[in-house]
């Protein structure tokens, strides 16, 4: 059998030259449309995918129509006496179209898989747009790029009826294996046909085994990288470097008014905050989140403004949006949003600013590791670490970029009692040595209460009430805001006198030390300020009523009671007042005889005016 083997040649360098392109070019397109948000992104993403789905000979009479002597290139080529028709770039283009698909929805695929929260976090630590992609994008979509590059490559290999209408079948030009086993079987020669057949499959199997074994070889090395781990950091007692990131002779000041509209519920928020640590309290979805994603710069306020230290970070009438990346804004996100494929030092090395030299660098992340009680894991991935470590690197890597603000998107909502425990003690030490703005998101009202000295309550996107905690928790403005603030015991309310009214819900009379106004129409009382008198000393006789217990509900210090006034409860449900008491007590209170006695002390009454039927 003698055989022509020019076929392999061309073949192979084809559709590695193809590949080439197309990996190039697909993921360029894949990375450009990942972000694209303008209209027509259907009918784009229709006409890069259209070749994977068209019959080859489709594509191939488009190409040639295109690069045809008739066509818009191939009279532009004709100009300098160059065609592309029944030649060897004929094959290659040919094969870069119908391969171009694979490779642009692969590497799309594989950004799609990417937490967003990544990208979002590089652009906060000061990261350009190309930093991310090639830092952050690339190597997480890498196992999906290589993937891509496989199919593209088989592809490219196995391509004919565009590349036989393209190019034609040229023997020693372009004539590729798929166009020999066609002749070959057309022409009789079985032999050849299967000789050609047989060799493609062990190219494209031997492509595949490569492959493979570039990616297990590359997670082999980084075990072993990870277990000859030896690295032990040690630096001098210093102060962590944060401290010295803002100029402290300048008050720290932040003062937002922005307005966006959701399908659900608009955001409409006024507020300022200082150095003092910010809580904004809500429910979760009251947009709490949100409000920092708008100071952040990753979402856009329809309108407003945003002003951190004298500079405008957002101002919708003067056009004014400052990218993410020059907010000097330090984020905390609720999953921590550490970079996988990074070490430990190289997550907080990403946060440093640009410029500095490879010592300088190397001494500010040993610094940040001490800080946050890292310093011998350095060299470790975020998968190696539990959750609380993960959360500690994600503080130490916001505050190693200098920030002038820091956001904290309830940190502490994947750890269990323990680790929020001690995190939270290295938090507040943080915070009382950061010299700039603090918010801290958090549906957490005891959490809340430990870190903040002042609190903003959200619900729906409204701002309810803010101010110094005591003050909150003493004099809710609201209903809802006394309710969001753990308030659990609410009652319509009518009023009888100037210091008396009718507590609807609950069948009593109630004394007041607040004045009773017209619009007064509900009250409420938190659940341990109840006052049992018959274990308890009291400092007024008012307000004191015979009440049954109806059910019990304990946790390991505390046992709350429900309770119905006046009269013997029917059943489970059949309850008025939610109280609780410590441990110490229930053992005092629960031998009594019954009816217990209950006091509503008046100090302790809440009044709301135009609750809208909260109740």
């Given at each position: 059998m003698n055989l022509d083997l020019s076929p392999i040649t061309i073949s192979l360098k084809t559709a590695t030259v193809a590949t080439v392109i197309t990996f190039f070019v697909g993921v360029v397109a894949a990375r450009w449309m990942y972000t694209y948000r303008g209209l027509g992104k259907g009918l784009i993403d229709g006409i890069f995918t259209a070749p994977l789905v068209l019959p080859p000979t489709v594509v191939g009479f488009l190409l040639l129509l295109l690069f045809g002597k008739n066509g818009f290139l191939g009279q532009f080529l004709e100009r300098f006496n160059f065609s592309i028709i029944f030649t060897w770039y004929a094959t290659v283009i040919a094969a870069t179209v119908v391969a171009f698909p694979l490779m642009y929805k692969t590497a799309l695929g594989a950004f799609k898989q990417i937490d967003p929260n990544l990208i979002a976090c590089a652009r906060t630590l000061g990261a350009s747009e190309?930093?991310?992609?090639?830092?952050?994008?690339?190597?997480?979509a890498k196992p999906g790029l290589i993937a891509g590059a496989l199919l593209a490559f088989a592809r490219a290999l196995g391509e004919f009826g565009a590349t036989l209408m393209l190019a034609g079948?040229?023997?020693?030009?372009?004539?590729?294996?798929?166009?020999?086993i066609f002749f070959a079987a057309e022409g009789g020669a079985m032999d050849q046909a299967l000789f050609w057949v047989l060799l493609i499959l062990v190219i494209s199997f031997g492509v595949i085994i490569a492959v493979n074994y570039f990616s297990e070889e590359t997670g082999q090395y980084r075990q072993r990288r990870r277990q000859k781990r030896k690295t032990k950091i040690s630096v001098g007692q210093s102060s962590p470097l944060w401290m010295a990131s803002r100029d402290t002779r300048v008050e720290p000041q932040l003062s937002i008014d922005i307005s966006k509209k959701?399908?659900?519920?608009?955001l409409d928020v006024a507020f300022s905050a200082q150095e003092r640590p910010l809580g904004l309290l809500g429910a979760s979805g009251s947009g709490k989140s949100m409000t920092l994603r708008c100071i952040a710069g990753l979402e856009k306020p329809d309108r407003g403004r945003i002003i951190l230290n004298g500079r405008t970070l957002y101002d919708s009438d003067r056009q004014i949006a400052l990218p993410g990346r020059e907010r000097r804004v330090g984020f905390v996100f609720q999953n921590y949003a550490l970079f996988p494929h990074l070490t430990v030092s190289q997550n907080i090395a990403?946060?440093?600013?640009?410029?500095?030299?490879?010592?300088?660098?190397k001494q500010e992340v040993e610094g940040h590791l001490l800080a946050i009680g890292l310093g011998e894991m350095g060299d470790r991935y975020p998968g190696e670490l539990s959750g609380g470590q993960q959360q500690r690197v994600a503080i130490g890597r916001a505050l190693a970029s200098r920030p002038e603000i820091l956001l904290l998107d309830e940190p502490f909502s994947a750890l269990d009692t323990y680790l929020r425990d001690r995190l939270e003690k290295l938090l507040r030490l943080s915070?009382?040595?950061?010299?700039?703005v603090t918010l801290f998101v958090t549906h957490n009202l005891?959490?809340?209460?430990?870190?903040?000295?002042?609190?903003?309550?959200?619900?729906r996107g409204r701002i309810l009430d803010q101010g110094p905690k005591d003050h909150i928790f003493e004099h809710p403005a609201t209903a809802r805001a006394a309710q969001i603030t753990g308030c659990k015991n609410f009652s319509g309310a009518v009023a009888l006198s100037g210091q008396k009214l009718q507590a609807t819900h609950w069948g009593c009379v109630l004394e007041t030390i607040e004045p009773i106004t017209d619009d007064t129409d509900c009250v409420g009382i938190r659940a341990h300020q109840f006052i049992?008198?018959?274990?308890?000393?009291?400092t007024s006789a008012v307000n004191i009523f015979p009440c049954w217990l109806t059910a019990t509900s304990e946790t390991q210090h505390r046992v709350t009671?429900?309770?119905?006034?006046?009269?013997?409860?029917?059943?489970?449900?059949?309850?008025h007042l939610q109280a609780e008491v410590f441990k110490e007590k229930w053992l005092k209170l629960k031998d009594h005889p019954r009816p217990w006695r209950v006091q509503l002390h008046p100090l302790r009454l809440m009044l709301f005016q135009n609750s809208d039927g909260f109740h």
């Amino acid at each position: 059998m003698n055989l022509d083997l020019s076929p392999i040649t061309i073949s192979l360098k084809t559709a590695t030259v193809a590949t080439v392109i197309t990996f190039f070019v697909g993921v360029v397109a894949a990375r450009w449309m990942y972000t694209y948000r303008g209209l027509g992104k259907g009918l784009i993403d229709g006409i890069f995918t259209a070749p994977l789905v068209l019959p080859p000979t489709v594509v191939g009479f488009l190409l040639l129509l295109l690069f045809g002597k008739n066509g818009f290139l191939g009279q532009f080529l004709e100009r300098f006496n160059f065609s592309i028709i029944f030649t060897w770039y004929a094959t290659v283009i040919a094969a870069t179209v119908v391969a171009f698909p694979l490779m642009y929805k692969t590497a799309l695929g594989a950004f799609k898989q990417i937490d967003p929260n990544l990208i979002a976090c590089a652009r906060t630590l000061g990261a350009s747009e190309f930093r991310i992609f090639w830092q952050i994008l690339l190597p997480l979509a890498k196992p999906g790029l290589i993937a891509g590059a496989l199919l593209a490559f088989a592809r490219a290999l196995g391509e004919f009826g565009a590349t036989l209408m393209l190019a034609g079948s040229i023997p020693g030009k372009t004539q590729t294996i798929p166009i020999a086993i066609f002749f070959a079987a057309e022409g009789g020669a079985m032999d050849q046909a299967l000789f050609w057949v047989l060799l493609i499959l062990v190219i494209s199997f031997g492509v595949i085994i490569a492959v493979n074994y570039f990616s297990e070889e590359t997670g082999q090395y980084r075990q072993r990288r990870r277990q000859k781990r030896k690295t032990k950091i040690s630096v001098g007692q210093s102060s962590p470097l944060w401290m010295a990131s803002r100029d402290t002779r300048v008050e720290p000041q932040l003062s937002i008014d922005i307005s966006k509209k959701f399908a659900d519920f608009s955001l409409d928020v006024a507020f300022s905050a200082q150095e003092r640590p910010l809580g904004l309290l809500g429910a979760s979805g009251s947009g709490k989140s949100m409000t920092l994603r708008c100071i952040a710069g990753l979402e856009k306020p329809d309108r407003g403004r945003i002003i951190l230290n004298g500079r405008t970070l957002y101002d919708s009438d003067r056009q004014i949006a400052l990218p993410g990346r020059e907010r000097r804004v330090g984020f905390v996100f609720q999953n921590y949003a550490l970079f996988p494929h990074l070490t430990v030092s190289q997550n907080i090395a990403f946060g440093l600013p640009r410029g500095l030299s490879a010592l300088r660098v190397k001494q500010e992340v040993e610094g940040h590791l001490l800080a946050i009680g890292l310093g011998e894991m350095g060299d470790r991935y975020p998968g190696e670490l539990s959750g609380g470590q993960q959360q500690r690197v994600a503080i130490g890597r916001a505050l190693a970029s200098r920030p002038e603000i820091l956001l904290l998107d309830e940190p502490f909502s994947a750890l269990d009692t323990y680790l929020r425990d001690r995190l939270e003690k290295l938090l507040r030490l943080s915070l009382a040595q950061f010299s700039g703005v603090t918010l801290f998101v958090t549906h957490n009202l005891e959490e809340a209460y430990r870190i903040c000295p002042d609190l903003l309550i959200i619900d729906r996107g409204r701002i309810l009430d803010q101010g110094p905690k005591d003050h909150i928790f003493e004099h809710p403005a609201t209903a809802r805001a006394a309710q969001i603030t753990g308030c659990k015991n609410f009652s319509g309310a009518v009023a009888l006198s100037g210091q008396k009214l009718q507590a609807t819900h609950w069948g009593c009379v109630l004394e007041t030390i607040e004045p009773i106004t017209d619009d007064t129409d509900c009250v409420g009382i938190r659940a341990h300020q109840f006052i049992f008198p018959d274990v308890e000393e009291i400092t007024s006789a008012v307000n004191i009523f015979p009440c049954w217990l109806t059910a019990t509900s304990e946790t390991q210090h505390r046992v709350t009671l429900y309770l119905k006034l006046n009269k013997a409860s029917h059943g489970l449900g059949d309850y008025h007042l939610q109280a609780e008491v410590f441990k110490e007590k229930w053992l005092k209170l629960k031998d009594h005889p019954r009816p217990w006695r209950v006091q509503l002390h008046p100090l302790r009454l809440m009044l709301f005016q135009n609750s809208d039927g909260f109740h």
